[in-house]
């Protein structure tokens, strides 16, 4: 239904700190020919960052359209095949734009971790979105790209080798260097705000299977809670803290499995964890790691506490400079177990500040995968995950882009 528009692919909020970071991507790395465009509700800001981009993006057109004007973001879905949005947060200012782009079966994806979000897109979109055609893509960054495909990787290869379903899977972050942005911030905010004046909305939010299709027809696995302090793993003789994208990353892998009628497996149990070693400190360091995250949670969920570290902390539009973008990184592994006992490590790398540089790399080949490689993507519609939109397409894209994504088998 996206065949003929106008443009393959637009950047909205693109004068946005993480949208001009996904806008310069597009202009350094787009094949000749894809046509791109640029919105957002500022004209002038607009054509100020199109001269910033050079000369691939001298001719990108330039859309007005602003998230609280359906009208306008109904004209921006129609424009193009893809609509690739960076305007935060999402539950407050995204829900007309996904709206639009299911109606009108254009594409989307976004860099949404709100699971309250996702939640409302699914239950009021994925039907009008599937009977269009349109894949409506969230998470499309660090949360979730390298879970998401990470667990879809290690259950093609254990099918392809005969070794049954997933069991017992782990993702472990061994490593992880980068900041944070303004708008991360007001994200995170926004759903602690949504989950304090709600006990409904904090049930949905503490669901491990708060993103299930089909909340009724998932298995009884026993406690599946993500992981809140410090533990000695044994399996993998290591120290875990909690990770602090867990509580979304483990619900969009298991929206996967269940979206691929539990392709993964009926006793598949995933879980997220950091990683801190062996080393005499490592308990010390994973403790201290653990209480730093409970001391930030709880400074950012009350008004006082909030207020004095919003004279620190980024303001929306704010983010980390391009030095320490660059000397960002992230390293992780996933470990899982098959039905057949058989063990599978996948590993998956990039260089640049995960939630920025290597997210900006993410939800460009994101954009351009769902754009040109509509031949070789899953065949799904509707509110969907980067697995089951664009699976092993997206994977190779970001090999070729220079991120990591490998799997192997450690024993028979």
Not at 61 to 87: E, I, N, Y
Not at 207 to 214: E, I, T
Not at 385 to 407: E, Q, V
Request: aromatic fraction near 6%; include cysteine.
């Amino acid at each position: 239904m996206s065949g003929n528009r106008e443009l393959d692919v637009v950047v909205f909020g693109a004068t946005g700190f993480v949208g001009r970071l996904v806008a310069g991507y597009l202009a350094d790395h787009a094949p000749d020919g894809v046509r791109i465009g640029l919105a957002g509700r500022s004209a002038q800001r607009l054509a100020d960052l199109r001269a910033r981009l050079g000369a691939a993006a001298s001719g990108w057109p330039l859309l007005l359209a602003d998230s609280a004007d359906p009208g306008s973001v109904g004209a921006l879905a129609r424009a193009a095949r893809v609509v690739a949005t960076t305007v935060g947060p999402y539950r407050r200012q995204g829900l007309a734009l996904v709206e639009a782009c299911a109606g009108a079966g254009t594409d989307y994806a976004d860099l949404s971790g709100e699971v309250l979000f996702i939640r409302e897109s699914i239950d009021r979109y994925h039907d009008l979105a599937a009977g269009t055609g349109a894949r409506i893509v969230h998470c499309c960054g660090f949360d979730s790209v390298p879970s998401d495909l990470g667990v879809l990787l290690l259950h093609d290869g254990a099918r392809a080798d005969g070794a049954g379903d997933l069991e017992d899977t782990t993702l472990v972050v061994t490593a992880l260097k980068g900041g944070v942005s303004g708008g991360t911030l007001a994200s995170a905010m926004g759903q602690w705000d949504d989950v304090r004046a709600s006990a409904e909305r904090r049930r949905v939010v503490e669901d491990p299977y708060a993103l299930s299709p089909d909340r009724a027809a998932e298995p009884d696995l026993g406690d599946e809670r993500d992981l809140d302090w410090v533990s000695y793993d044994r399996d993998l003789g290591s120290w875990a803290g909690p990770f602090i994208m867990a509580g979304l990353n483990t619900r969009v892998v298991r929206r996967s499995n269940a979206l691929q009628d539990w392709a993964y497996g009926r006793r598949f149990r995933y879980r997220e964890v950091s990683g801190f070693g062996t080393g005499p400190a490592a308990p010390v360091q994973a403790a201290a790691a653990a209480a730093a995250l409970k001391a930030a949670a709880a400074g950012l969920a009350f008004p006082l506490s909030r207020a004095l570290l919003g004279a620190v902390l980024p303001r929306p539009g704010q983010g980390p400079g391009e030095k320490t973008r660059r000397a960002g990184f992230f390293r992780i592994q996933i470990h899982t177990r098959t039905s057949a006992g058989a063990r599978y490590q996948g590993r998956i790398e990039a260089q640049g500040d995960p939630g920025y540089a290597a997210t900006s790399v993410m939800l460009g080949e994101s954009a351009l995968c769902l754009a040109l490689d509509r031949d070789h993507l899953p065949g799904h519609a509707g509110v969907l995950t980067p697995a089951t939109a664009m699976g092993t397409a997206l994977a190779g894209r970001l090999k070729t882009a220079g991120h990591t994504l490998a799997t192997q088998r450690i024993t028979s």
